[in-house]
């Protein structure tokens, strides 16, 4: 177990800087007034939706790594 305690102090580093980063970030946003906020929300439902067309590639015959032979002929023989 003593040998643990050399993670204490970057743990609580990590959890510090945690805090820190989430205590800075949050002034950032900034705040929208209700009017705007709702003038955004009713421009983004009235545009149509994007319409993404995805092309995937046929998949390809996958080689197992063993040769198969042609069925021979019975009457040839």
């Known amino acids: 177990m003593e040998i643990l ?5 970057p743990a609580v580093v990590t959890v510090l800087a945690m805090l820190w980063v989430g205590w800075w970030g949050r002034d950032g946003r900034g705040e929208v007034d209700r009017e705007t906020a709702v003038r955004r929300m009713g421009e983004a439902l009235g545009r149509e939706p994007r319409v993404r067309v ?5 998949p ?18």
Do not use: I, M
Not at 5 to 9: A, E
Not at 54 to 58: C, E, F, G, N, S
């Open 5 to 9: 305690l050399w993670l204490v102090p």
């Open 54 to 58: 995805v092309v995937r590639p046929q």
């Open 60 to 77: 390809r015959e996958r080689s197992t790594g063993v040769a198969v032979r042609a069925p021979r002929d019975k009457r040839a023989s």
